[in-house]
């Protein structure tokens, strides 16, 4: 699978940002599909994830209450809604998938085999 994130650009503290990652190939229905991101000079950590077939979420800490992620079946298309964004938030954005992901590993990016090429977000203060 191939995947296409866009969506990210220049916003000021407080707006809001939605990301979105459309795959090509085929999605199986035990796909996992995740959002995670790499600030300058950071490593690359997971913000959220679900489960393709059931719709099952999964965030970070920093990303509850605030980020929002969906999927849309028929547009084989993940989202991330992204409010109250803050200049922490400032970072490339990548989508990922794996399929027969587990629940234990929906947030480890050592178990995402397949990545999009990350959209940038810049919150301004």
């Known amino acids: 699978v191939q995947l296409q994130a866009s969506g990210g650009g220049l916003v000021q503290t407080g707006g809001s940002l939605r990301l979105s990652c459309e795959a090509s190939g085929p999605i199986y229905s035990s796909y996992g599909m995740g959002w995670f991101r790499q600030a300058p000079g950071k490593e690359r950590e997971f913000v959220a994830s679900i489960k393709w077939s059931g719709g099952s979420t999964y965030y970070s800490d920093s990303a509850k209450g605030r980020f929002t992620i969906s999927r849309d079946k028929a547009k084989k298309t993940m989202y991330l809604q992204m409010n109250s964004l803050q200049p922490e938030d400032t970072a490339v954005y990548y989508c990922?998938?794996?399929?027969?992901?587990?629940?234990?590993?929906?947030?480890?990016?050592?178990?995402?085999?397949?990545w999009g090429q990350g959209t940038l977000v810049t919150v301004s203060s």
């Open positions: 990922a998938a794996d399929y027969a992901l587990i629940t234990s590993s929906m947030g480890n990016r050592s178990a995402y085999k397949y």
